[in-house]
């Protein structure tokens, strides 16, 4: 069973900076691409950052400057720097893996996609 664990949010003053990170656990044998996404109260859920295993690396435009994705392979992590925080940045973060492959004994098997179970960000003005 594939699972992805999320990190490091917390209360944080605009401005200011957070680190979060996820971890996929469960006989994962590679993942295409692994991303962040946030779903602010009221809102639907929106792409933050992705990286894909090649290191291709795309960003929502109101995050481009401010936040830095980051993956580990070889562990199956992933990680966002987030800097210069701004109250609209609040929500609920996401780790997302999709493309993910598992191994059952020596046979690969593709599993689709999963989703965290989120950490919330708040930053206050």
């Known amino acids: 069973q594939v699972q992805l664990v999320e990190s490091g949010g917390g209360l944080v003053q605009a401005g200011g900076s957070l680190r979060l990170s996820c971890a996929a656990s469960g006989n994962i044998l590679s993942i295409a691409v692994m991303g962040w996404h946030r779903q602010a109260p009221g809102k639907q859920r929106e792409l933050v950052a992705t990286?894909?295993?090649?290191?291709?690396?795309n960003y929502a435009d109101s995050v481009k400057g401010r936040f830095t994705i980051s993956r580990d392979n070889a562990k199956n992590t992933a990680s966002l720097q987030m800097s210069s925080l701004k109250p609209e940045d609040t929500a609920v973060y996401y780790c997302?893996?999709?493309?993910?492959?598992?191994?059952?004994?020596?046979?690969?098997?593709?599993?689709?996609?999963?989703w965290g179970q989120g950490t919330q960000v708040t930053v206050s003005s």
């Open positions: 990286m894909n295993n090649g290191g291709i690396t």
């Open positions: 997302n893996a999709e493309g993910v492959i598992t191994t059952v004994g020596v046979t690969p098997r593709f599993e689709g996609g999963f």
